[in-house]
């Protein structure tokens, strides 16, 4: 047991699938005595309520409704607009004459008040705002015809777009865009944030995520406990004042291959920055020199001194394989070394081609895979991958026995109990290198003490904290040595 193990507290929010909200909804309601058509007033009038924070000198407003609750929403919205004095125009994706139950009621309160409801044109109105009340969380199929022209139409003119619940054409459990999707500056999500809101097309798509839960978001959960989470943030508790190198783990990262030295120079440099006591870069000989000179303070053993390429596995609390580690003979004895040891292992890059190629078992470790080679682990395509994340993680999960961190936006931690989402990150962190930094960090947390789920979790937060404070000096051009360069700050709440 290490002399002093890091505590860490996060900030979570339950997340939830469509069907999940769909089914509960109406239950909590019921449980509490309240009206369905309460719940939809209470909607629209939080909607409206962000249009006046975000867009306070919006003085014409087109409001697009579909046949459903959602398009209820957006009636309350265009309703209560109107009353603000703001010039509302109306848009009917379907026969409002047709409309049926809470919706049909919202529909007749605009009409009461002189609304009009028009049918969608290929051109908008000059706006200052596109209210997006199409569809809601139940879309799980193509967006066709008049309402595909629709969309395309509001993602066209510039006009920016508040979001109903979810941008129509997103699917609420995978972010995924349903053949066209709109692009929205921001979205208010009701009761339950939704997973598709967070990760993959979803990250695009809803630009600013609102959460409001109506009243009845604590005993929806309450009622529903949820099992998946979007980490918000996190603190790691400080080291007691008598501590020494000996308690903060010793890390072996294994890797840097011939050609490719840079991998394991990041990912030894990232996990010494995040507080691993001790930390060797078992590579090949000629890397050493350089190796050291970049960063003095992690070891390289001579290759003399190492058995079948490697120094003794049992000097270290942790490994790390794979950042620039190849796919030749060494490659693999290496990788093969690693989890023979039964130690507690972060497998990476090429340790994850190779695991792809000969599958296993590997329940001491931790996956950190990109799409791609989420598709090479699992025999299937990328986007079968980015299609559906979630699912992707848990696949992942059953398959291999070990913590998932498939990286992406929305990066998913999936342990084989919760799974979580990480609500940081940027495009600026799309080059090369910022894979290696994520396994140093990952490795680093899990060699000083924390728990394997607990370090990918905390270590892909960190990574994206790290990555956006780098990025406030412009996401193009960001490097993976820039982001290693924030680790500090992120890591000690600087």
């Known amino acids: 047991m290490l002399g002093s193990k890091p505590v860490c507290s996060s900030v979570t929010q339950a997340i939830y699938l469509a069907e999940q909200v769909r089914a509960g909804e109406r239950q909590v309601a019921a449980d509490l005595g309240i009206e369905m058509y309460t719940l939809m007033e209470s909607a629209g009038s939080a909607v409206f309520r962000q249009l006046q924070q975000f867009w306070p000198e919006a003085t014409r407003i087109l409001v697009c409704c579909g046949g459903g609750n959602n398009g209820g929403d957006g009636y309350i919205v265009a309703t209560l607009a109107h009353e603000a004095g703001i010039d509302v125009t109306v848009w009917s994706t379907s026969d409002p004459d047709r409309l049926k139950g809470d919706a049909e009621k919202a529909c007749r309160r605009w009409r009461d008040t002189g609304g009009e409801i028009g049918t969608p044109q290929q051109v908008l109105p000059e706006v200052d705002l596109v209210v997006d009340a199409i569809f809601g969380i139940g879309l799980d199929r193509p967006v066709e015809g008049l309402i595909r022209d629709l969309i395309c139409a509001i993602n066209e003119s510039g006009s920016p777009v508040l979001a109903v619940d979810l941008p129509s054409g997103l699917h609420a459990d995978t972010g995924s865009v349903l053949g066209v999707a709109v692009k929205a500056a921001a979205t208010v999500s009701f009761i339950a944030l939704k997973a598709g809101l967070l990760t993959g097309k979803g990250r695009e798509h809803c630009g600013t995520v609102i959460y409001e839960d109506l009243g009845v978001g604590d005993a929806f959960e309450a009622a529903f406990p949820p099992d998946m989470f979007v980490l918000t943030d996190f603190t790691m508790s400080p080291r007691h004042r008598a501590a020494h190198k000996g308690d903060f ?246």
């Open 249 to 494: 783990g010793k890390l072996l990262c294994i890797g840097g291959n011939k050609g490719m030295m840079g991998a394991i120079m990041l990912a030894s440099d990232a996990a010494i920055r995040s507080g691993a006591g001790l930390v060797a870069a078992a590579t090949r000989n000629e890397n050493r020199p350089y190796l050291t000179l970049h960063r003095p303070e992690v070891m390289a053993p001579l290759s003399e001194h190492l058995e079948a390429g490697l120094p003794p596995l049992n000097w270290a609390t942790c490994l790390a394989v794979g950042p620039g580690l190849g796919q030749d003979e060494w490659s693999v004895s290496a990788l093969d070394a690693a989890l023979e040891s039964k130690l507690p292992v972060v497998l990476d890059a090429d340790a994850l081609n190779l695991l792809a190629a000969q599958p296993s078992k590997v329940t001491q470790a931790v996956l950190t895979p990109h799409p791609g080679e989420a598709a090479r682990l699992l025999g299937c395509s990328v986007s079968e991958i980015e299609s559906d994340r979630i699912s992707a993680a848990r696949s992942l999960f059953d398959k291999f026995g070990a913590v998932i961190v498939l990286k992406g936006a929305g990066t998913i931690v999936y342990d084989g109990d919760k799974l979580n989402i990480i609500c940081a990150g940027n495009p600026g962190m799309a080059s090369a290198g910022m894979g290696d930094v994520l396994t140093g960090i990952i490795s680093a947390l899990w060699a000083q003490g924390l728990s394997g789920a607990d370090a990918a979790l905390y270590g892909a937060m960190a990574h994206a904290k790290a990555g956006d404070l780098a990025a406030r000096q412009g996401e193009r051009g960001l490097l993976a040595s820039d982001v290693i360069q924030q680790l500090r700050n992120v890591l000690n709440q600087i």
